[in-house]
């Protein structure tokens, strides 16, 4: 029996496989589900800044300061009686905490100074054992320019540092300029580990209704190509935990990314499509391609095509690009 057994963000995991931030950490048995089925570790549901705020300007408003007649003023709850997002979050760290053996890693979705700092002296002190940060902003205004976008990721980064103890990993987007820099700044300020990558679910327009609409886009294993190649060239130039997430739905998919030197595999879109048995399907599957090729561990074969280790490393740069195009055949039939 191969030996599954990794290291991410300083935790020592019986395996690979962790659910990655979805929905399913709201419920407390899906996620003892999950468990049985082995995941690793649980990434619990992003905590939005937005919310957080949210709640926190509709306590001042409603509670605090009730800018209502006496009579209708009765209707309200209760200071005591209401509980935020905040408050909900960090019960369900402490829930979580109280019934699993695996660790709890929170997840954090902010970009001001209070959003990653008060956030997550709070995030720790509930329990959590790790933290992920969602680094991602929108650059819509054209005066921004993309290294004051990545100064203030670093510099949240490196405040949240000093009042937090435990490891913490950052999310990453693949739209930064030189993503190899970025993490090399990003382990300099205190970072353990990053994740590749955040998943984005873009509007659409609907044609009949003339209207933007959210839609959700679950991935496909054709997603994980681009966080494989990543995942691939970081290994060689970091010493950061790598965490490859999107498009992981076989064995194959988890296989790969390890092969590339990921050291753990996020799952999420598997996870909502088929449930907790699609974790222990992958998980068995990994088994079973490492005893026939008679590896004794994951370890052994992590990294081990990455663009470092590889017989030849330009299959991960330009190169590849030039010989996929040139070697392209139309089907047949198709005439130009």
Known sequence: MPDLSTTYLGLRLKNPLVPSS????????????????????IVM?????????????????????????????????????????????????????????????ASLNGSSLSGWVELGKELQAAGADALELNAWYMPSDPRVSGEAIEDHHISLLKELKTVVSIPVGMKLSPFFSSLPHFVHQAGAAGAAGVSLFNRFFQPDIDLDSLTVVDRVQLSSSADALLTMRWIAVLRGST????????????????????????????????????????LSEVL?????????????????????????????????????????????????GVRY
Do not use: C
């Not at 979805?22 to 570790?41: N, Y």
């Not at 760290?93 to 109280?98: D, E, F, G, T, Y």
């Not at 030197?261 to 996870?271: E, F, K, R, T």
């Open 45 to 105: 549901h992003s905590l939005f800044e937005e919310d957080v705020r949210h709640d926190e300007r509709m306590i001042d408003r409603f509670l605090v300061h009730p800018d209502t007649f006496g009579e209708s003023a009765g209707h309200l709850p209760f200071g005591h009686d209401y509980q935020s997002r905040l408050d909900g979050y960090l019960e369900q760290i402490q829930r979580l905490k109280s019934r699993l053996s695996i660790p709890v890693v």
């Open 22 to 41: 979805t929905p399913l950490s709201h419920d407390l048995d899906a996620i003892l589900h999950l468990e049985d089925a082995g995941a690793a570790a």
């Open 239 to 278: 010493r950061l935990s790598l965490a490859a997430t999107g498009g992981v739905h076989t064995a194959e998919d988890a296989l790969k990314m390890l092969l590339a030197g990921a050291d753990v595999v996020h799952m999420a879109s598997a996870l909502l499509k088929r449930g907790p048995q699609a």
């Open 284 to 332: 068995q599957g990994m088994t079973d391609w490492l005893t026939v090729r008679e590896y004794t561990s994951v370890a052994q074969m992590k990294g081990s095509m990455s663009q470092q280790n590889s017989p030849n490393p330009s299959t991960f740069a330009r190169a590849s690009y030039l010989h996929v195009l040139n070697s392209f055949t139309p089907p047949a």
